[in-house]
């Protein structure tokens, strides 16, 4: 039996029309978009706000804080190492070609430093944690929700942002400025090692440069950045975690979710605090 | 994360009637919808203290629906729920965390924290209300453990537990915070008829040996004339019929025997 209320396909209506329609569904689907933006980004703020209200517990849950930090932090070292090594080692290759013939190589260690201090450590181990850290606490908390385990906890008087939220988005906001200072140290090894070893430069010039322009700022900012960052991806994975819906598949939608929005934000984020901490006046 | 209000903190106690001389529980013309459909239509039931109710049903009529609105996972649309004297209808979720504590659930799937062992998931709901000597602690949870007939255990996770292993454990977690209302969502779903005769013979036993007024959700009939003292079926959203177990074993209602003698034609189910 047809359905009455089915709204007609495109290509039923009179040509007339399929302008006027194809009008109207593009507005509903920007309309639609709009919506579901502005619910989440509430959503969102109201979960930051619980969990931020859920801080003074802290000390109570303290051993799901540590292990957090753990499972962010000692989990991610090994990629965090690759990924720094390598572009500490791909920073000196670029600035020594961009370099050439404009600036003396023996700056090469300043501007590697200064490069992932600012920008490349932070940013890069934000996108590589978060990958990481934000998928596995949107599966956890994911799967916890279909298998009614959040109920559980519902049931059993316990506030699941006071359990779960809190202290993963502590541990990520401790956890990512530390694994920066890390990425940060094996990076600037990792331009030394091609500085050395490929240019024929001397550790001592290397070293030189680097506590020439050394400025505490550039560390500091980047830490900064490096603890926004960490709740972003702390707060994107529980909240696509905790919106859940269905089983397997549900858990895998919100899993990708999480990362790409934790990837989208740590750039956004990053282009806002470059404008709030590094701004030059002409 | 569930629905209901967004306080978080705990209040003081909640306000309202005092325990004692009503129901442990009454549902007043509850009605909600989900996804535009009406799940549940009016629902009238009352559970007397110590009385084990069972709401029978179909898949997908409502039953864990009606469970969750009792323990405030949900709240209604329309009508009232009282909960041992007090009215839940609109309580806050600090009001909701004082009053759980005398309320225990057991989930269709255990619901037990992977991350957790046996013993800190049946020792959790005691911690957030007191803290106990480590040897204290222990104690209690193999006295649990040992009430729903699991010994040595603990230590255990429960990604290594049998499905049956796991209803109990969730049963011993469900009693370690001594409620006064315990509700079981399917209780014996995916178990085998030995394992799912275990579960029936503790429900039964906890209820006698602690006086826990019980409501029963599940479609397993062997089970709810078990453990039974009230059957209520419920149909489209409302409780069609209430009555003993021989009553509804011996109801003259076509939609009742045919859902307790398992025919469906007569639920105009084939199609």
């Known amino acids: 039996m047809a359905d009455e209320n089915r709204r007609p396909f495109l290509e039923e209506f009179p040509p007339e029309e399929i302008l006027t329609e194809t009008a109207k569904t593009g507005l509903a689907?920007?309309?639609?978009?709009?919506?579901?933006?502005?619910?989440h980004t509430g959503r969102i703020g109201i979960l930051f706000a619980r969990a931020l209200g859920a801080l003074p517990a802290l000390r109570l849950h303290g051993r799901q804080?540590?292990?957090?930090?753990?499972?962010?932090?000692?989990?991610?070292?090994?990629?965090?190492?690759?990924?720094?090594?390598?572009?500490?080692?791909?920073?000196?290759?670029q600035a020594a070609y961009q370099l050439e013939g404009v600036v003396p190589l023996r700056y090469l260690g300043a501007v590697i430093m200064r490069s992932v201090l600012i920008e490349l450590g932070p940013v890069l181990t934000a996108l590589v944690v978060g990958g990481r850290v934000g998928a596995s606490i949107a599966a956890e908390i994911g799967t916890m929700k279909v298998t009614e385990q959040i109920d559980a906890l519902e049931v059993l008087a316990i506030d699941p942002v006071r359990y779960l939220v809190m202290p993963r988005l502590v541990a990520a906001v401790i956890m990512l400025p530390v694994m920066t200072v890390f990425a940060d140290a094996v990076a600037i090894l990792g331009g030394f090692g091609v500085a050395t070893f490929s240019f024929d430069q001397s550790p001592h010039t290397y070293t030189q440069a680097?506590?020439?322009?050394?400025?505490?700022?550039?560390?500091t900012s980047g830490l900064m950045k490096a603890g926004f960052f960490g709740a972003i991806i702390g707060l994107m994975g529980c909240y696509y975690g905790s919106v859940t819906e269905g089983g397997a598949e549900g858990v895998g939608l919100a899993t990708t979710r999480a990362v790409v929005a934790s990837c989208v934000l740590v750039l956004v984020g990053d282009y806002v605090l470059a404008n709030l901490l590094f701004r030059v006046s002409f | 994360m569930s629905e209901q209000g967004a306080d978080g903190g705990v209040s003081g106690p909640p306000s309202g009637a005092r325990d004692g001389g009503g129901p442990a529980l009454a549902l007043a013309g509850v009605e909600k919808k989900l996804g535009g459909r009406a799940v549940l239509a009016g629902v009238d039931l009352e559970v007397s203290p110590g009385e084990t109710v069972v709401v029978i049903g179909r898949s997908g009529c409502g039953k864990s629906v009606l469970l969750k609105h009792v323990v405030g996972l949900m709240q209604p649309d329309r009508g009232r729920i009282q909960l041992l004297g007090h009215d839940v209808t609109r309580f806050t979720s600090g009001e909701w965390r004082q009053l759980r504590s005398r309320v225990g659930m057991v989930f269709q799937g255990a619901a037990l924290f992977d991350s957790l062992t046996v013993g800190e998931n049946v020792a959790l709901g005691v911690r957030v209300r007191r803290r106990l000597p480590i040897g204290e602690e222990q104690a209690l949870v193999a006295e649990k453990l040992a009430q729903?007939?699991?010994?040595?255990?603990?230590?255990?996770?429960?990604?290594?537990?049998?499905?049956?292993?796991?209803?109990?454990v969730a049963l011993a977690r469900a009693i370690a915070t001594e409620p006064e209302v315990l509700l079981y969502d399917e209780p014996t779903t995916g178990l085998d008829p030995v394992m799912a005769d275990v579960i029936n013979r503790l429900i039964r036993d906890l209820q006698r040996r602690l006086g826990l007024t019980s409501?029963?959700?599940?479609?397993?009939?062997?089970?709810?004339?078990?453990?039974?003292?009230?059957?209520?079926?419920l149909h489209q959203g409302r409780i069609h019929q209430t009555g003993t177990p021989q009553e509804l074993r011996d109801s003259a209602d076509p939609l009742v025997r045919g859902f307790v003698e398992g025919r469906s034609q007569s639920l105009g189910a084939a199609g």
Do not use: C, E, N
């Not at chain 1, 680097?210 to 560390?219: I, S």
């Not at chain 2, 603990?154 to 796991?166: D, F, N, V």
């Open chain 1, 65 to 93: 804080v540590v292990d957090q930090m753990s499972a962010i932090g000692v989990g991610s070292v090994p990629l965090v190492v690759i990924v720094a090594l390598f572009t500490g080692a791909v920073a000196a290759v």
């Open chain 2, 215 to 233: 409501v029963v959700v599940t479609h397993d009939m062997a089970s709810a004339y078990f453990v039974g003292d009230r059957i209520a079926y």
């Open chain 1, 210 to 219: 680097l506590k020439q322009f050394f400025h505490l700022k550039d560390l």
């Open chain 2, 148 to 168: 729903v007939g699991l010994h040595d255990i603990a230590g255990l996770k429960p990604a290594s537990l049998s499905g049956g292993m796991k209803k109990r």
């Open chain 1, 29 to 39: 689907w920007v309309g639609r978009t709009i919506l579901a933006f502005f619910t």
